[in-house]
Nanobody, 123 residues
Framework: QVHLVEFGGGLVQAGGSLKLSCAAS????????MGWFRQAPGKEREFVAT????????NYADAVKGRFAISRDNAKNTGYLQLNNLKPEDTAVYYC????????????????WGQGTQVTVSS
């Protein structure tokens, strides 16, 4: 099991940027694929981006492709999500999650989750 803590959320105007971090502890972070998901009020948790354990493969939801960038630094046991050109519809609680072996776009396939960090984008 790996323990995850997200930080870096906040309030930003439309068009602005934020960088979210996900700090991992417990088992070696380098064996886990990582995903970022988000959940807006009244909506289901949805896939945002994933990255393989080595960092060599990434995947993005169509809604964020070209605006968000997922990365990781295994030496620092930390994953990142750079959010650029933010839109009001990006407002949500953002969660990082870890999964052994391969990344997945399905939230139910992840066992380890952080507590979430709020991102609010004003128009």
């Amino acid at each position: 099991q790996v323990h995850l803590v997200e930080f870096g959320g906040g309030l930003v105007q439309a068009g602005g940027s934020l960088k979210l971090s996900c700090a991992a502890s417990g088992r070696p972070f380098s064996v886990y694929a990582m995903g970022w998901f988000r959940q807006a009020p009244g909506k289901e948790r949805e896939f945002v981006a994933t990255i393989s354990s080595s960092g060599g493969t990434t995947n993005y939801a169509d809604a964020v492709k070209g605006r968000f960038a997922i990365s990781r630094d295994n030496a620092k046991n930390t994953g990142y999500l750079q959010l650029n050109n933010l839109k009001p519809e990006d407002t949500a609680v953002y969660y990082c999650a870890a999964r052994l072996v391969r990344a997945s776009t399905q939230p139910f396939e992840y066992n380890d989750w952080g507590q979430g960090t709020q991102v609010t984008v004003s128009s």
